[in-house]
T-cell receptor, first 109, second 117 residues
Framework: GQNIDQPTEMTATEGAIVQINCTYQ??????LFWYQQHAGEAPTFLSYNVLDGLEEKGRFSSFLSRSKGYSYLLLKELQMKDSASYLC??????????WGAGTKLIIKP | GAVVSQHPSWVICKSGTSVKIECRSL??????MFWYRQFPKQSLMLMAT?????????EQGVEKDKFLINHASLTLSTLTVTSAHPEDSSFYIC?????????????FGDGTRLSIL
C-alpha cells in the first residue's frame, strides 16, 4: 500500500529552528510537496522537490532523498505565525497525490 | 499567480436543502480540480477528482449521487451537496492544478464551511 509518515505534533520555541520529517512508500514517485495549513483555513503551497537535495525559500527549506524515501521541511527563525499543520504529499507514478496526516507545529514564546 | 476562488465561505442551512459550492481558477486554466472534505482535527480527505469536460472520479465511499460534481469549463468546477443532512456538515475545500502536468502543485481555494441544522 501507499503510506506517508510524519510526526503528529512537534513543539518549538520562537526564534529557533525546527525540522519536520516525512518518510514515504509509494508506487512510483513524481515529486513531493509541502503545504502549510493554519487551523480553520485551507492549505497553502510551500515547496516542491522532485530531485535529491535541498531547496531553499526564505526561512523555509525542503530536502529530498529519493533513495531513502525521505524528506524534511526546515523552518528557521521561527515566528508565532508559523504555528500550523504542515502536510507532506507525494505524487505517485499515476500522478495521484498521496497526503500525509500532517504535523501540528506548536510555537512557544 | 495561481489563485483559486471558492464560494461561498460559509453556509448554514436546514436539513434536506441542496447546497452548491463553486471553485474557480482565476488566473490559470485548470484541467483538473479536486474536492476535499476535512472534519475538525482530521486530515484532508479527497472526495473526487474533476476533469474538464468529463465525469468526475469519486473516491471509494463517496456517494456520487449525493455529491454532484460538474466541471464545465477550464476555470470552473461546482460541487452540489444534495439533500444535505447534519452528518454532511464539514469543511469542503477545492483545489486546482495548473495545466495538465501532474507534477504541478495543487492550489487551494479558501474552503467552504458547511453547517446543516
Amino acid at each position: 500500500g501507499q503510506n506517508i509518515d510524519q510526526p503528529t505534533e512537534m513543539t518549538a520555541t520562537e526564534g529557533a529552528i525546527v525540522q519536520i520529517n516525512c518518510t514515504y512508500q509509494t508506487s512510483g514517485f513524481n515529486g513531493l510537496f509541502w503545504y502549510q495549513q493554519h487551523a480553520g483555513e485551507a492549505p497553502t503551497f510551500l515547496s516542491y522537490n522532485v530531485l535529491d537535495g535541498l531547496e531553499e525559500k526564505g526561512r523555509f527549506s525542503s530536502f529530498l532523498s529519493r533513495s531513502k524515501g525521505y524528506s524534511y521541511l526546515l523552518l528557521k527563525e521561527l515566528q508565532m505565525k508559523d504555528s500550523a499543520s504542515y502536510l507532506c504529499a507525494v505524487t505517485d507514478s499515476n500522478y495521484q497525490l498521496i497526503w500525509g496526516a500532517g504535523t501540528k507545529l506548536i510555537i512557544k514564546p | 499567480g495561481a489563485v483559486v476562488s471558492q464560494h461561498p465561505s460559509w453556509v448554514i442551512c436546514k436539513s434536506g436543502t441542496s447546497v452548491k459550492i463553486e471553485c474557480r481558477s482565476l488566473d490559470f486554466q485548470a484541467t483538473t480540480m479536486f474536492w476535499y472534505r476535512q472534519f475538525p482535527k482530521q486530515s484532508l480527505m479527497l472526495m473526487a477528482t474533476s476533469n474538464e469536460g468529463s465525469k468526475a472520479t469519486y473516491e471509494q465511499g463517496v456517494e456520487k449521487d449525493k455529491f454532484l460534481i460538474n466541471h464545465a469549463s477550464l476555470t470552473l468546477s461546482t460541487l452540489t451537496v444534495t439533500s444535505a443532512h447534519p452528518e454532511d456538515s464539514s469543511f469542503y475545500i477545492c483545489s486546482a492544478r495548473d495545466g495538465s502536468g501532474g507534477a504541478q502543485p495543487q492550489h487551494f481555494g479558501d474552503g467552504t464551511r458547511l453547517s446543516i441544522l
